[in-house]
Structures are given as structure tokens and as C-alpha cells.
């Protein structure tokens, strides 16, 4: 296996597979975990993907941003569709009727369209057991839309329809964990991964593709253009989120989990929250009702990934 | 499997036509009055008699998504459904065609909710007329299993590459018993070779599938559409001609019934054709010029074929088996008025919408239905639609 996090950068492939040219906005974190996954899959992949953010920048009739076989179809169904394309080839190759080659089937959509709209297709095909790969990028809203609030947008923060006013804090309900529920499929490989530790995403994403059977990886991805930051500081951001304990990156293989970052020092949630103007309108005390929750949510990892 | 003769079920039949037809993938969702296909699919993969992933899957909107993808990869691919299911699979359904998928479906007609029925009539398969598939109609238990493939061949067709629905009436053929003619197995590989797509999905040559257009481009990509659907037309006719040559069955997009002579006629699609005929022929021993026209095939409509067979009759009494509220009548009156609209010889149409979510229509009523409609013809009531037998 690849050992993308003990190599150097140096070393990683030079070749890209989800080319550049593409419409994402400046500093798109999104962007660059959909060319860091198709980087680490390599070119024997076919990708299904949903409508969205990072379709709507790559495909533009009649250019495209993709060097492998690419399917869009919608917005709820790329899990579906990609199942359908594995059980078509697995169905062709044992009769003989295409030759055998190991394929990549991979399905991505962005967190709209794994936590709400696409839930029960993308839990019928990992509870299918297809030998496949589901990708969330989560930027936590619609951003494609327009910034409105997902059931993954975090407490707290203001979008277009969860705006933050005189009688509102904005989001009102918790981030949706959408790592543990496909966790709950009893599926083999389950990972949260950002774009801000790129070797450690690769090398999850590859360990998912070497997994047979259905494997889940969740993205944190950074939209500059959503959270209200700069878009130079989109990658700082992503640390942020991983350092404050926000989203921590983990792997659950087999059902026993494992912490793949522990932050060296473990910054105050105030420190990632500030400055993102998403959650500008937030009071000292809401502030502390978050990092309760993170302090909560990110020992329940711990205690996971300690038991023996 | 030889040729032989049997007593079956259709949905059998049919489930049985699709094995032979070798699939590679079967995308299944309970709905009645379909469900006795797919689960008898189910019995011959678990079996070992056909070598297919069975895909039982979350909802009829995954199960035309994962036939979405599994014909993209270039497997052949069957799926089908009836009402609700349609409904739900509606968006990926119009995706789908738009996207040219070979995909073939068994659309057992059942009305739609609500008040929930799950008997017959054709109110879904109305909801997605224009969706830019292939309709057949089928009427008894022969012509389903044999458009089985029929609609594999012409699906796969490089000309046509769109998906196929043959559309057969839920419970009045699903679950009837009748004389089936099986085809040998040599016999349908020598008609439905294996299917070899031109631009599959594949990491050896990688295509993007399913971009979005912009204003500037989206009206050209409707009108390759709408090519697409109305050049499938010469090769649906060579694939109903090829099976002909082959079984002596030929199928053709409108069928007549002693309506040469005729100076009116019934007009049907699906399974009424057949009690159509019967009451036909008492009516004739009466003294009575009438006829019966089927249409076969709905999408691409043949307009020419219709044309030619009613030009000069006196007029048409159409049975629909759906409403359009608040419109002008059932949809295929619809049509056949703008088909005929301004047209020399046209007959008048007098339109009955009958026969709703599986009330039946006895030969009694057809009867009913044909003299009052010669009489409605004569006296110029031909506005409009009656829905029959309506009560209270
Ligand atoms: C059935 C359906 N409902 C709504 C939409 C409109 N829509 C397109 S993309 C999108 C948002 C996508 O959000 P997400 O999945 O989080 O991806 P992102 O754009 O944030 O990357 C929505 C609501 C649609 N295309 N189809
Ligand atoms: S809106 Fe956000 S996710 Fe979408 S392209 Fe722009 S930066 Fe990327
Ligand atoms: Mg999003």
C-alpha cells in the first residue's frame, strides 16, 4: 500500500486526474479534496458524482475537468448509480463478456446530497454491500444553491435559510454525523479526512479502495465563499477545525475505530469560529455552549479509539 | 430452454423472457402489480439459471438509478415498476432517456394514488409520456414475452439507443394464465446478439456522461433528443420485422381489426384490444361497419401508420384510460385530434375515458360504448370526453 503520509511530497504522483481549468471559486478547499481523492485513486476509477458544487464547476457541456469515466445523473443518487455501474461490470466480467481489471467505483456528493437528499440511496447501497467507495465533500450547506443550511451545518452558523437574526442564533440543530452512521452499516471501512492534511486524506482514500466491499470517507471541506472567510485562508481554516477537535480525523476499519491525528495542543473552538463570518453573530456564550459539544463529542472518539 | 408451448402466468412469461434474454442486471423494488416478475427473477438467479446481479434495491428512484448506471457501464439491464414507483422513479426516469441508457422496463399500468388502488388503467404511464422513452402496448400474454425482446433489440439498436418500456395492463395481464409460445434459446441469441456499447464507461477510454448545458447548448441537446426518438421509428419497425421473420409473430405500431370496410372504430391500447375484437365481430353480425384500430406503439407515435388507417372512416371512438383534469380529454384522444387536425377524409372523434383504476368493462359495455359513440358521431357531439359508467 501506499504510504502517502511517510513519503514526501515530492513523491506523490505528478499526473492529475480531475484537471485544472475548472469554475471552483478562488481558495475551494472542495476542489482540491475531489483532486486530492482522484490522485490517490489513480486512473482505473470510475466516478459517479451528484449534482452540486463540484459537477456544476467540471462539466460544463462540452468541456470537462475529468481524465476518468465520469457519470452525473442527479442530485440524490450518485451512490445508486455508481452501485448499478459496479454490479454492470461485476456482472460483465465474471461472464466473461469484458475482461478482469480491478476498478475504483466511486460515488461523491456533497453534504446536501449524502445527509439529506441522497440518504436512503447511499444507505441502500452500502448496506447492499457493493465493492465501492462513497466520498462525502462536506462544506456544510448547499453552497451550490447558494449557502443554505444542510442537516450538516453546524450549530450555530448562518445561512440563507438559517439565518442568524434578532430571534435567531442561526443553525439551531447539531451537525449530523454522518461518519457514525455509515458506521452503523457494519460496513469495513469507514475515515473523516480535509483537505488541509492532504497525505493523510490520500492514504485513507487508498486504504478505502483496497478494502473490498463498501467504504465510506467523509470529507471536511473548506468553502471560502460559504463560511464568509478569505479564500487564502481556506487550508488554515481546515487545521483549525482539526486542531480545535471540531472535526476530528479518524478511521473506523472493521468497526474499531483509531484517531489518525491527535492535535498536539488542542486549541479553544473560539480560535476556528473566529473570524469565519458564518458565525460573526454568535455570543460568548453560545460559544461556550459549542466547545462543550466538541468536548463532548471528541471524547466519545477518544474513549472509541483507546478501547483495546 | 426449447421451444415450447405453456399454460403461464405473464409476469412468468415475462420474467422468463428477460432471463433468456440474458441480463446482467435486474434492479428490483416491490410494487404490485408488478412484483411477480421481479420475484420470480429473483427465483431464477438464486437458482443458478441466469447469471445476473439481482440489485434488490432502496426505492424505485434507485432502482432507475442504479439501471442508469449499470447500462452505462454497457450491461444489459432490466428493471420494472407500476404507479407510486413510477412516480417516485419519475426524475431519473426523463435522466435516463436524455442520457440515451438502453435500459428496458416492464411498465405493468396501475392508477395512480390518490385514493390509493392498485388496480389497472394508464394514468402512469400518461405522466411520463414525454419523457423520451420508447412506449409499446402489448395486449395478451404472447406479445409480452416476445417484446421482451423486441425492446432489447431495439433499445440496443445503435441507430436508437434509448430505453424501452413495454407497457402491459396490471392484473388483466399480469396475472392472467395464458398459452405463452417460449422461443428456443438459439433462437434469441441469433435475434438479440450481446450487446457491445460504443461509448460505455470504461477506464480505458474514459468519457464524461451527464454534463450540464447552458442556455446556449441546452435547446441543441433537446432537439439531438427529440432526432433521437423520432429516427428510432424505421428501427423499431426492422426489429418487430426481424422477430417476425423469425416466429411468425410480426408486430406493426397501429393494428386493425376488419376496419377496412369500416365506417367507424373502436380505438384501443393494451389489453382492451382483445374484448375490442370480440364485441367487433357480434356488431358485425349485425350489420354494423365497424372496426377496431390498437395502437401498439404510443412513443414515437406513428402518425403516418394512424393516419392511413382512418382517413376517410366516419369517426373514431377513442377509449382513454386516463384524465387530464381540466383539459380537453384523455391523452390519446388528445393526440389522435391534433394528429388528424386539418387533415382531408378526417373522421370525428367521440372520446370515452373508461375502465379507471381497473373497473371493469364488459364486452356489455363496450357494446354500450361503440353504439352511443355512432350516435354521439352523428349527431355532432363529439366535444370533449364521457367518462363511462360513471355513478351517482
Ligand atoms: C431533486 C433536486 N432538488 C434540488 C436540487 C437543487 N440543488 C442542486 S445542487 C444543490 C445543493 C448541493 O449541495 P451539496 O450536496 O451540499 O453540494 P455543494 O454544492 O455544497 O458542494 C441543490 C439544492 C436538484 N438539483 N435536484
Ligand atoms: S461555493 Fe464553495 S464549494 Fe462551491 S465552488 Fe465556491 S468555494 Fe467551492
Ligand atoms: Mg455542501
Redesign the pocket.
Known amino acids: 500500500m501506499d504510504r502517502f503520509s511517510v513519503f514526501s511530497a515530492r513523491l506523490v504522483d505528478k499526473s492529475e486526474n480531475f484537471t485544472s481549468g475548472h469554475r ?2 478562488q ?2 478547499a ?2 482540491l479534496a475531489v483532486r486530492l481523492v482522484m490522485k490517490a485513486l489513480g486512473r482505473d476509477t470510475i466516478v459517479a458524482m451528484s449534482t452540486g ?1 463540484m459537477e456544476i ?1 467540471s462539466s460544463p457541456l462540452p468541456l470537462t475537468s475529468w481524465k476518468v469515466p465520469w457519470i452525473h445523473n442527479a442530485f440524490e443518487n450518485s451512490a445508486a448509480v455508481i452501485s448499478g455501474c459496479e454490479s454492470g461490470m461485476k456482472a460483465m466480467m465474471r461472464k466473461g463478456k469484458l475482461p478482469a481489471k480491478k476498478i475504483n467505483f466511486v460515488g461523491m456528493g456533497g453534504d446536501g446530497a449524502t445527509a439529506d437528499i441522497g440518504m436512503g440511496a447511499l444507505s441502500g447501497a452500502l448496506e447492499r454491500g457493493h465493492d465501492m467507495i462513497y466520498v462525502c465533500y462536506d ?1 456544510e450547506a448547499y ?2 444553491t447558494g449557502i443554505q443550511r444542510s442537516s450538516s451545518t453546524p450549530f450555530g452558523a448562518s445561512t440563507t435559510t438559517s439565518p442568524a437574526g434578532k430571534a435567531s442564533m442561526g443553525q439551531h440543530t447539531r451537525k449530523k454525523n454522518m461518519a457514525q452512521i455509515a458506521v452503523a452499516h457494519n460496513i469495513p471501512y469507514v475515515a473523516t479526512a480535509c483537505s488541509s492534511f492532504p497525505f493523510d486524506l490520500m492514504e485513507k482514500v487508498k486504504r478505502a479502495s483496497e478494502t473490498p466491499g463498501a467504504a465510506y470517507v467523509h470529507i471536511l ?1 473548506v ?4 463560511w464568509r472567510i478569505q479564500p487564502h485562508d481556506a487550508i488554515k481554516y481546515g487545521r483549525l477545525a482539526v486542531d480545535a477537535c471540531v472535526f476530528p480525523l479518524y478511521e473506523v476499519v472493521n468497526g474499531k475505530y483509531s484517531l489518525t491525528y491527535r492535535p498536539q495542543r488542542i486549541i479553544p473552538v473560539k480560535e476556528y469560529l473566529g473570524g469565519q463570518g458564518r458565525f460573526r453573530h454568535l455570543t460568548e456564550k453560545q460559544v461556550e455552549q459549542i466547545q462543550a459539544f466538541v468536548d463532548t463529542d471528541y471524547q466519545k472518539i477518544v474513549k472509541l479509539s483507546d478501547e483495546v | 430452454m426449447g421451444k415450447v408451448r405453456k399454460g403461464v402466468e405473464v409476469s412468468i412469461a415475462m420474467a422468463d423472457a428477460v432471463a433468456q434474454a440474458d441480463v446482467d442486471v435486474i434492479a428490483a423494488y416491490p410494487i404490485t402489480p408488478q412484483t411477480h416478475i421481479v420475484e420470480h427473477l429473483a427465483d431464477i438467479v438464486a437458482n443458478g439459471e441466469l447469471d445476473a446481479e439481482f440489485v434488490p434495491v432502496d426505492s424505485e428512484h434507485s432502482a432507475m438509478s442504479v439501471c442508469c448506471g449499470s447500462a452505462a457501464v454497457g450491461a444489459r439491464t432490466f428493471t420494472s415498476t407500476s404507479s407510486q414507483g413510477l412516480a417516485l422513479m419519475s426524475e431519473i426516469f426523463f435522466i435516463s432517456a436524455a442520457m440515451r441508457l438502453p435500459i428496458v422496463m416492464a411498465l405493468a399500468n396501475r392508477s395512480l394514488s390518490s385514493p390509493l388502488s392498485i388496480w389497472n388503467d394508464h394514468g402512469d404511464v400518461m405522466m411520463v409520456r414525454d419523457a423520451g422513452w420508447i412506449h409499446v402496448f402489448v395486449e395478451n400474454g404472447q406479445e409480452s414475452y416476445d417484446n421482451v425482446f423486441c425492446a432489447f433489440r431495439m433499445a440496443e439498436d445503435p441507430n436508437v439507443m434509448l430505453p424501452v418500456a413495454v407497457n402491459l395492463d396490471g392484473f388483466i395481464l399480469t396475472h392472467m394464465i395464458e398459452p405463452v409460445e417460449y422461443e428456443d434459446d438459439e433462437l434469441i441469441r441469433q435475434y438479440l446478439p450481446e450487446f457491445k456499447m460504443k461509448h460505455a464507461l470504461h477506464p480505458d477510454k474514459p468519457v464524461s456522461m451527464g454534463c450540464f448545458g447552458m442556455p446556449e447548448i441546452y435547446t441543441e441537446t433537446q432537439m439531438h433528443r427529440e432526432d433521437g426518438v423520432t429516427n428510432s421509428y424505421p428501427h423499431i419497425l426492422k426489429a418487430w420485422e426481424e422477430w417476425g421473420k423469425l416466429t411468425g409473430r410480426y408486430y406493426h405500431p397501429i393494428e386493425t381489426y376488419r376496419a377496412d370496410d369500416a365506417e367507424y372504430c373502436i380505438v384501443t391500447m393494451g389489453s382492451y384490444g382483445e374484448t375490442a375484437m370480440e364485441v367487433v365481430d357480434a356488431l358485425r353480425e349485425e350489420g354494423e361497419k365497424v372496426g377496431v384500430v390498437k395502437i401498439r406503439l404510443w412513443r414515437p407515435f406513428p402518425f403516418d401508420e394512424f393516419r392511413r388507417a382512418v382517413l376517410g372512416k366516419k369517426s373514431l371512438i377513442v377509449i382513454d384510460r386516463a384524465l387530464s383534469f381540466g383539459g380537453p380529454g384523455g391523452p390519446v384522444a388528445l393526440e389522435l385530434r391534433s394528429a388528424l387536425y386539418k387533415k382531408e377524409g378526417a373522421p370525428t372523434i367521440v372520446n370515452y375515458i373508461a375502465g379507471l383504476a381497473g373497473r371493469d368493462v364488459s364486452r356489455k359495455d363496450f357494446r354500450h360504448i361503440i353504439l352511443e359513440g355512432k350516435e354521439k358521431a352523428a349527431s355532432g357531439d363529439t366535444e370533449g370526453f364521457t367518462l363511462y359508467g360513471l355513478r351517482g
Open positions: 471552483a471559486c481558495g475551494c472542495e476542489a458544487c464547476i462544506n453552497m451550490n471541506s468553502c471560502p465563499t460559504g
